[in-house]
């Protein structure tokens, strides 16, 4: 019997042929007749020589016969059915979409006229074209050269009848990656910050240092109005002092550093020089210069340490006279102690016949280490003031060369040896850390959208491997140029998904309709954000590093359209070259950071940030400043 939908008088033995055709075709398309041998291009050709056949002529009638078998309430005939199934099928680009759908959907090529536009509804649009019936653009596909930024940027492509059929069977293929890698970094983003604001104080919102002052006990035992200047943050969130403990990027921290360790030298040699600072009724006493032991209630005992001597130690392990010789730094670290003081009192010449001098070492040491600033100054103060002025005090030294001041700026793990800084984590820490809540909604507004929109097209891990390697090179170029200078954020790694947009636009070239326009608008974004850049505390550097190491290695991982087979083996040899210079560009990057030490560019400062106060770009200095102060 032939299918119910042929006309009356038509069945005949060519009828049931084509019936059976018909059903086999059905079947196969199913899927439920894959396992009979049934040829996916076989069936295609049965079924239109079927048509041709069958319906020539007849479009008209059977589509009123339908649209009647509707008004009655009957289902549609099962050519129909097929028909329509045939026409979501057959074209490769809709082929996906009807099978997770179960109905025919349009693809997205329109035809005007001769020309057919690729991936648009009309002439010079990226946009996609939706439809009521589903469209080949799902959730979660890209095609090569669309996406978020193609539709700000309004691009253009040209038409698909211009370019070769392997060029448009590439085009064809879409990208359905899931945002993991996004979903995932947002997330870690978001902790850190909350973990942070609900540790550390928000620091005063600005752009320049803001004096604090207050009136306290200083350690000469007199009411003074101290004040220092507390740096600000225009982010709102923490002081860098403490993203500098909690992992920003600091070279002093990550190695080290020459020019740190010869001013802490330095430093050192200058603390030989000072003496202890007595109050007469020996109430108070404190280390300093002379010139700085100025009260007329206070002595001052030169080439002595307050609280610290031969005399006043009872430790038999320092018992020997060459070890109270030298340096004070090379002193042993035995302070007086209460118990001893009665027997220190009694004390009055040493075995050579020598009148002791004592008082400083029965008087109440008022001031000791405290560690303070970005870049861990050392100076003696109060236990009250050093908490002013949020420093690190150590109660248990009179020096400060006893105390390791990098080791508390720096926090974290410490060190695995002591004094040597070696947290080289935190080349990729900072990609993870934010200077407060206006940084991360930047970052968050970035990654939700651009670089989810990329990830969809190259995958989880190559935009992982892009983002990483971009955000440790732009970190370690910025280690090397202003090694002083903390920062956090993920600016470089995404600087570096920036320049993947360009290689997106480069390596397939071709698909555009005006490509330099196209790289021109991309050129221009990139370089307002690089004037952005100048502002304080935002660091060029980073982006710079970021920007070329995300070039380097897009054009490496990136998915790419190959429009002959000498574009194909010029494109493999660029990737291969940009693989090695990647290579090579980091290694350089660590060896000079590590070995090289002092490789900075001091007229480099106006990349980074432009002065246009005196004090504007005070923070972007390559300077140490002095570690003791009194």
């Known amino acids: 019997?032939?299918?119910?939908?042929?006309?009356?008088?038509?069945?005949?033995?060519?009828?049931?042929?084509?019936?059976?055709?018909?059903?086999?075709?059905?079947?196969a398309f199913q899927g439920g007749r894959r396992s009979t041998g049934v040829n996916s291009n076989r069936w295609q050709q049965k079924y239109q020589t079927m048509r041709a056949k069958k319906l020539k002529g007849d479009v008209v009638e059977r589509n009123n016969s339908e649209t009647g078998n509707l008004e009655r309430g009957q289902r549609p005939g099962a050519f129909t059915m097929m028909r329509d199934f045939y026409k979501g099928y057959t074209d490769p680009e809709t082929r996906a979409a009807t099978l997770k759908h179960g109905r025919p959907v349009q693809p997205t090529a329109r035809k005007f006229g001769d020309n057919e536009f690729f991936g648009s509804d009309k002439p010079g649009a990226a946009k996609k074209d939706a439809t009521m019936e589903g469209d080949i653009h799902t959730d979660g596909e890209r095609n090569i050269?669309?996406?978020?930024?193609?539709?700000?940027?309004?691009?253009?492509?040209?038409?698909?009848?211009?370019?070769?059929?392997?060029?448009r069977k590439q085009l064809r293929v879409k990208f359905d990656n899931r945002p993991y890698f996004t979903s995932w970094v947002m997330f870690v983003n978001i902790v850190?910050?909350?973990?942070?604001?609900?540790?550390?104080?928000?620091?005063?919102?600005?752009?320049v240092d803001k004096l604090v002052s207050r009136q306290l006990l200083r350690h000469n035992l007199a009411y003074e109005t101290i004040g220092y200047n507390q740096t600000t943050n225009f982010w709102i969130g923490p002081d860098y002092q403490s993203l500098i403990h909690l992992g920003a990027k600091y070279s002093p921290c990550m190695r080290k550093d020459k020019a740190y360790f010869e001013k802490i030298a330095e430093d050192t040699a200058e603390e030989d020089k000072t003496g202890c600072c007595i109050r007469e009724d020996l109430n108070a006493c404190w280390q300093t210069k002379q010139t700085?032991?100025?009260?007329?209630?206070?002595?001052?005992?030169e080439n002595k340490v307050c609280g610290l001597g031969k005399h006043g130690c009872y430790n038999e392990a320092y018992s020997n006279e060459s070890l109270w010789e030298g340096a004070y730094s090379t002193w042993p670290n035995c302070p007086v102690e209460a118990e001893h003081r009665d027997e220190i009192s009694a004390l009055d010449k040493d075995k050579n016949g020598n009148k002791i001098e004592k008082d400083h070492l029965l008087c109440e040491v008022s001031a000791r280490p405290c560690c303070i600033?970005?870049?861990?100054?050392?100076?003696?103060?109060?236990?009250?003031?050093?908490?002013?002025?949020?420093?690190f005090f150590h109660e248990n030294a009179t020096l400060c060369s006893q105390v390791s001041c990098i080791t508390d700026i720096c926090g974290l793990s410490g060190f695995l040896f002591?004094?040597?800084?070696d947290q080289f984590y935190r080349a990729l820490l900072p990609t993870f850390m934010h200077a407060g809540i206006i940084h991360l909604a930047i970052t968050l507004v970035f990654q939700a959208t651009i670089l989810r929109d990329m990830e969809k097209f190259a995958g989880w891990w190559r935009i992982g491997f892009i983002y990483f390697a971009s955000g440790i090179g732009g970190t370690m170029l910025s280690a090397i140029l202003i090694p002083y200078q903390p920062e956090v954020g993920a600016s470089g790694a995404l600087y570096g998904i920036l320049a993947s947009l360009i290689v997106e636009v480069v390596v397939n070239w071709k698909i555009y309709k005006s490509p330099f326009l196209e790289l021109a608008k991309l050129v221009l974004l990139l370089a307002?954000?690089?004037?952005?850049?100048?502002?304080?505390w935002i660091d060029n550097y980073a982006h710079i590093g970021g920007f070329l190491f995300g070039f380097l290695t897009s054009f490496v991982v990136l998915p790419h359209v190959n429009f002959s087979e000498e574009d194909?083996?010029?494109?493999?040899?660029?990737?291969?070259?940009?693989?090695?210079?990647?290579?090579?560009?980091?290694?350089?990057?660590?060896?000079?950071?590590?070995?090289?030490?002092?490789?900075?560019?001091?007229?480099?400062?106006?990349?980074n940030c432009i002065p246009f106060t005196d004090s504007f770009c005070q923070d972007s200095t390559m300077e140490l400043r002095p570690r003791i102060g009194g």
């Open 418 to 421: 002591d004094n040597i800084p």
């Open 528 to 536: 307002l954000l690089f004037l952005v850049g100048l502002l304080p």
């Open 192 to 207: 850190i910050v909350i973990i942070t604001l609900a540790t550390q104080s928000i620091a005063p919102v600005g752009f």
């Open 292 to 301: 700085q032991c100025t009260s007329s209630f206070a002595k001052f005992q």
């Open 145 to 167: 050269g669309e996406g978020f930024m193609a539709d700000i940027l309004d691009r253009e492509f040209v038409t698909m009848s211009k370019l070769p059929p392997e060029v």
């Open 373 to 391: 600033g970005l870049q861990g100054e050392c100076t003696i103060v109060s236990q009250e003031e050093c908490s002013f002025r949020k420093g």
């Open 1 to 27: 019997m032939s299918h119910p939908y042929y006309r009356a008088g038509e069945e005949d033995e060519g009828g049931a042929r084509d019936d059976r055709l018909m059903r086999e075709a059905m079947a």
């Open 568 to 607: 194909r083996i010029a494109k493999l040899v660029v990737q291969i070259a940009c693989g090695v210079l990647s290579v090579v560009l980091f290694a350089l990057l660590f060896i000079v950071f590590y070995l090289a030490q002092g490789s900075t560019c001091e007229n480099c400062i106006y990349i």
